[in-house]
């Protein structure tokens, strides 16, 4: 009996060991990707904020490793959801031939706001922030 439940203690042991090492694992692969998102390349933008469309404060992000890329204006395929969270698995590959904009629309992401539940999302209005984002 006493030897099963040694056998049991040093099992469980080796399972926590194991498990803490990789929490441990996961934060310092979490935070080297955070630095590397982080970094502006040498001659290009890395920028994120809200800017003012229609009334409205929509979030944007600029990645690009030469700023003198043309500019690609990147949709998620709202409205109803973003894709901002994991946007940049994918819209980093382009940033050596394009300067990537990436835009949360109106209501969605992290342009979320509960004062614009009100507003109808028309395909005017949606066309109009479009515009004025592209302007």
Known sequence: MKKATGLAIKVVKYILLMFAAVI???FAV?????AY???TPKGGINESGFVEINGTKQWI???GEDRNNPVLLYL???PGTSTS????AFT????????VVTWDQRNCGKSYSS???DIALTYELLMSDGIQMTE
């Not at 979490?30 to 955070?34: E, K, L, T, V, W």
């Not at 980093?92 to 300067?99: F, N, S």
């Open 24 to 26: 441990l694992l996961f």
């Open 30 to 34: 979490r935070a080297i990707g955070q």
């Open 37 to 39: 998102y982080r970094r």
């Open 61 to 63: 992000g600029i990645y």
């Open 76 to 78: 998620h395929g709202g």
């Open 85 to 88: 969270l994991y946007d940049y």
């Open 92 to 99: 980093r590959q382009w940033a050596d031939i394009y300067t």
């Open 115 to 117: 004062e614009q539940n």
